[in-house]
């Protein structure tokens, strides 16, 4: 199994709908996950961290299960401007936990 | 407002000629990244510094050098760019016990273009 697997994609979804992506990982000793939103040519950004069960903030929830060793997004009433690229991101099974293995990204579009 | 530094957002260097790339970081982390991120791909880690301890990634070329003269400032050295180096350049910093370990914050990034 890769490090970090995210879905295909890409998502196209109409505006105010409700998408999820998945991502699993390999190493089972993690215990931090995070998600990243990155727009086309821009750095990626922190959008949500978890470290226990899941977290919350607004329209975005992030589940975690580590029996099955996946994490989710769950994006509600999607925006226009939700439009990205989103990275599953966990630290690396070898080496310091501080070096992150990326994902390879789903991207996103919200279309109007 | 803290913040992740890197200058310059563009950079086009000839092939063969050495290059250099600065980030600076005002939110006083201790561990300092380098990634390459080329189009559609993920970012791949390039080396990162705990304080002024280097770790380097097994599989990054001799051709990539950094160096970081202090918690603010870090720099990436490319002594002598191929075409297959143009790619975006992400710095990213994190503050171990920050309480956040783990988080990344990445600067805007360099794109280099090598002619």
């Known amino acids: 199994r890769k490090e970090v697997e995210q879905d295909p994609g890409p998502f196209n979804v109409p505006e105010g709908a409700t998408v999820a992506f998945n991502c699993t990982y390999s190493?089972?000793?993690?215990?931090?996950f995070f998600w990243y939103r990155q727009d086309c040519r821009k750095e990626p950004k922190l959008l949500m961290s978890?470290?226990?069960s899941g977290n919350e903030d607004g329209r975005f929830t992030a589940q975690l299960n580590r029996a099955s060793q996946y994490i989710s997004l769950l994006i509600r009433d999607s925006k226009l401007s939700d439009s990205a690229t989103y990275l599953c991101?966990?630290?690396?099974?070898?080496?310091?936990?501080?070096?992150?293995?990326f994902g390879s990204g789903t991207q996103l579009t919200v279309l109007p | 407002d803290a913040m992740v530094i890197q200058n310059p957002r563009y950079q086009v260097t000839q092939f063969g000629k050495p290059v250099t790339l600065s980030c600076s970081q005002t939110?006083?982390?201790?561990?300092m990244y380098w990634y390459q991120q080329k189009s559609s791909q993920a970012p791949k880690l390039l080396f990162h510094?705990?304080?002024?301890?280097?770790?380097n990634e097994a599989d990054t070329p001799d051709n990539f050098q950094s160096r970081r003269p202090n918690t603010s400032f870090c720099f990436l050295d490319i002594r002598s760019p191929g075409l297959g180096d143009a790619a975006m350049y992400l710095c990213?910093?994190?503050?171990?016990?920050?309480?956040?370990?783990?988080?990344?914050?990445f600067g805007p990034g360099t794109r280099l273009t090598v002619t």
């Open positions: 939110l006083n982390h201790n561990v």
């Open positions: 978890v470290y226990s």
């Open positions: 990213a910093t994190s503050g171990e016990g920050t309480g956040r370990t783990y988080e990344q914050y």
């Open positions: 190493n089972s000793a993690s215990q931090s």
């Open positions: 991101v966990v630290p690396r099974s070898s080496g310091s936990a501080r070096q992150l293995t």
């Open positions: 510094y705990y304080d002024k301890d280097f770790n």
